[in-house]
């Protein structure tokens, strides 16, 4: 079931998403070569802890960092540890932050130095895959309209969408539902209600679709070992359009 909030839980969700970008664009600041993925992962929990919030993903489910840390052909939910990252790299950064019991989560894909023509072009393509799939959205559509045209843009520059892994609901948890696929039919998928607050992330591969995980349990990576992207942002559903919560500092 959808949970549309009330306009006291929208503000505290407006909290916790502002504190989710203002530490993207602290992380875009930090991203180098040299700098380890656990380094970041340490200036991202003390930033949030000292804005009054919480990691929502420390301790989820057993996730043992504040942030995810995905390095090149790595998908998703990276662990950070002792990896520096190196010139050419690209980083996926996914974060969440919990405000007085309420999420906001957000992610960002950062090259390090100077990066391939191609890769460039899929870290470009997903974040205007994002911006593709929630033009023109407004309570009353339906999930479909942004999958259809998620998958679209995605086809047109033939990249692998990964199908496993969805965008979703936020609120008091950090996963609520609807499912939000980054594929699927412009007329499917749940009824978008006023108020209703998700997370539309699509996930993109240089190559194939196909995913696999690490023996850790957690880190996702290609089944090729070619680059993936990610771009996320958790968005207010209202009667009139939409409302970016996670914009990065120079975004808003």
Same mark, same amino acid.
């Given at each position: 079931?959808?949970?549309?909030k009330?306009?006291?839980q929208?503000e505290?969700?407006?909290?916790?998403?502002?504190?989710?970008? =203002?530490t993207?664009?602290?992380m875009?600041s930090?991203?180098?070569?040299?700098i380890t993925t656990?380094e970041?992962? *340490?200036?991202?929990?003390?930033f949030?802890?000292?804005k #009054?919030? *919480?990691?929502?993903?420390?301790n989820? =489910?057993?996730?043992?960092a504040?942030?995810? $840390?995905?390095? /090149?052909? +790595?998908?998703?939910?990276g662990?950070?540890?002792?990896?520096?990252l190196?010139?050419?790299d690209?980083? #996926? !950064?996914?974060?969440?932050?919990?405000?007085k #019991?309420?999420? #906001?989560?957000?992610?960002?894909?950062?090259?390090?130095? &100077?990066?391939s023509?191609?890769? &460039?072009?899929?870290v %470009?393509? *997903?974040? &205007?895959?994002?911006? /593709?799939? +929630?033009?023109?959205?407004?309570a009353?559509?339906?999930?479909?309209?942004?999958?259809?045209?998620?998958?679209?843009?995605?086809?047109?520059?033939?990249?692998?969408?990964?199908?496993?892994?969805?965008?979703h609901?936020?609120?008091a /948890?950090?996963?609520e539902d609807?499912q939000i696929?980054?594929?699927g039919? @412009? =007329?499917?998928? %749940?009824? @978008?209600?006023?108020?209703?607050v998700?997370?539309?992330?699509?996930?993109i591969?240089l190559?194939?679709?196909d !995913?696999?995980m690490?023996?850790?349990?957690?880190? !996702?990576?290609t089944?090729d070992?070619k680059p993936?992207?990610?771009?996320?942002n $958790?968005? @207010?559903i209202?009667? =009139?359009g !939409? %409302?970016l @919560?996670?914009?990065?500092?120079?975004?808003?």
């Open positions: 079931m959808i949970i549309q009330t306009e006291h929208i505290l969700i407006r909290i916790a998403c502002r504190i989710v970008g =203002d993207l664009s602290l875009k930090k991203v180098c070569v040299g656990k970041l992962d *340490t200036i991202a929990h003390d949030i802890v000292s #009054g919030a *919480t990691p929502s993903f420390l989820f =489910d057993g996730f043992p504040s942030i995810c $840390t995905s390095v /090149n052909e +790595v998908v998703v939910h662990i950070p540890n002792n990896y520096a190196k010139e050419g690209i980083i #996926g !950064i996914d974060i969440g932050a919990c405000y #019991g309420y999420h #906001g989560d957000a992610a960002r894909t950062f090259c390090v130095g &100077q990066v023509k191609s890769i &460039q072009n899929l %470009e393509v *997903t974040k &205007q895959c994002f911006y /593709n799939g +929630v033009e023109g959205l407004r009353g559509d339906r999930v479909g309209k942004i999958s259809s045209r998620v998958e679209a843009l995605a086809k047109q520059h033939h990249y692998g969408i990964v199908k496993e892994l969805v965008g609901g936020v609120g /948890n950090l996963h609807p696929p980054n594929y039919h @412009l =007329d499917s998928g %749940e009824y @978008l209600p006023v108020s209703s998700i997370a539309v992330e699509p996930m591969n190559g194939r679709s !995913i696999r690490l023996d850790d349990d957690w880190t !996702i990576i089944a070992r993936s992207a990610h771009y996320e $958790t968005i @207010l209202k009667n =009139d !939409i %409302e @919560l996670t914009l990065m500092e120079e975004e808003r």
